[in-house]
Nanobody, 124 residues
Framework: QVQLVESGGGLVQDGGSLRLSCAASGRTFSSYGMGWFRQAPGKEREFVAAISRRGERTYYADSVKGRFTISRDNAKNTVYLQMNSLKPEDTAVYYC?????????????????WGQGTQVTVSS
């Protein structure tokens, strides 16, 4: 069982930056691939970024590539999402998720555990 708690969301202006954190419980965090997803009002949940269990592989949605960076600190049981050059279209609830295969994955259905989400709002 893994419990995930996101933090770091908030209101930021167009072009600003935020860093999201996701703290995981349990001693097996380093065995999980981790992902960030987001869901805007009226839209389906979409993939943002993922990272493999040791951080050697990262994956990004085309819409955030070059602006967002996913990273992890296994000693702190935490995964991060650094978001730069934010745009109003990045406004959404952001969720972190853990998948037991350890590879990281673009598909939400591959993930076993989800956090409660944190709101990110980018004003124009």
């Amino acid at each position: 069982q893994v419990q995930l708690v996101e933090s770091g969301g908030g209101l930021v202006q167009d072009g600003g930056s935020l860093r999201l954190s996701c703290a995981a419980s349990g001693r097996t965090f380093s065995s999980y691939g981790m992902g960030w997803f987001r869901q805007a009002p009226g839209k389906e949940r979409e993939f943002v970024a993922a990272i493999s269990r040791r951080g050697e592989r990262t994956y990004y949605a085309d819409s955030v590539k070059g602006r967002f960076t996913i990273s992890r600190d296994n000693a702190k049981n935490t995964v991060y999402l650094q978001m730069n050059s934010l745009k109003p279209e990045d406004t959404a609830v952001y969720y972190c998720a853990a998948e037991s295969l350890g590879w990281g994955n673009r598909e939400a259905g591959r993930y076993d555990y989800w956090g409660q989400g944190t709101q990110v709002t980018v004003s124009s």
